[in-house]
């Protein structure tokens, strides 16, 4: 699909509202997760592409037309070498982050594109230092032998990315959502059941349904009988602050 086409007007609904009104003076997080109807992303062998169609990829490139940067771990760059670039739609680029705790990552690979897009790499402050040209590393201590999702929301913060999407893959969404960092979670969800292999959230265990995330949702079609999930996790009751 060309680009050219507004990232807001393309569905029923405006999803995109909650983007318009975030308030400035702190970060907006949007998370998205292309799933199938019982909440696989991947088959037991890994295979993932394409689960969703047209229409959701169109709304992924709209959500990276809409934010500052977007943000991937470490993992989704060795499987999958995304641009994470906007090409079916009309806007901007956002940053590119990409979170790689042990400063395993080497280029070439396509997220380096010298575009004039910033890139940036977060590692933990004691990982064995490697320059990649034109990316800027951001050095963070391990709180609990983990990076904090928080930090890296500050730390982007306040190098002016004010609306952020975490984009994958789910073991990342997953530990900004235990964290209670994620604002609003787009599910993009696809006319198919796969029956087994790789969940999309794997959250920490609860012991009842009363400590249940319960967000107030909004559904859109979004064409070819794909559904976006439109989750206001900031309403949800045993919520994320």
């Known amino acids: 699909m060309p680009k050219g086409k507004d990232p807001a007007t393309e569905i029923t609904g405006d999803p995109f509202g909650p983007f318009r009104s975030a308030d400035p003076a702190r970060p907006f997080v949007v998370a998205q997760l292309g799933q199938s109807l019982d909440g696989r992303i991947a088959t037991v062998s890994g295979a993932s592409k394409y689960i969703n169609g047209e229409p959701a990829l169109d709304h992924l490139h709209r959500i990276r037309a809409s934010v500052d940067a977007v943000v991937v771990g470490a993992g989704t760059i060795a499987a999958d070498d995304p641009q994470l670039n906007v090409r079916r739609v009309a806007g901007p680029n956002p940053a590119r982050v990409v979170i790689d705790p042990t400063s395993r990552l080497r280029g070439p690979a396509k997220w380096l594109e010298p575009d004039g897009t910033p890139c940036m790499l977060i590692t933990r402050e004691d990982a064995t230092s490697f320059v990649i040209p034109g990316v800027e590393q951001i050095r963070l201590p391990l709180v609990d032998g983990e990076l904090s999702p928080r930090a890296m929301i500050d730390a982007l913060f306040a190098r002016g990315c004010r609306k952020i999407l975490i ?67 900031r309403s949800a009751a045993g919520g994320t602050e």
């Open 167 to 233: 984009e994958g893959g789910a073991k990342t969404i997953s530990t900004f959502l235990d964290a209670g960092c994620i604002d609003r979670l787009h599910l993009l969800i696809a006319p198919i059941i796969i029956g087994s292999g790789r969940n999309g959230l794997d959250l920490k265990p609860i012991d009842d349904l009363m400590s249940a995330l319960r967000p107030a949702t909004v559904f859109y079609p979004l064409g070819q009988n794909e559904i976006l999930i439109d989750c206001d996790l």
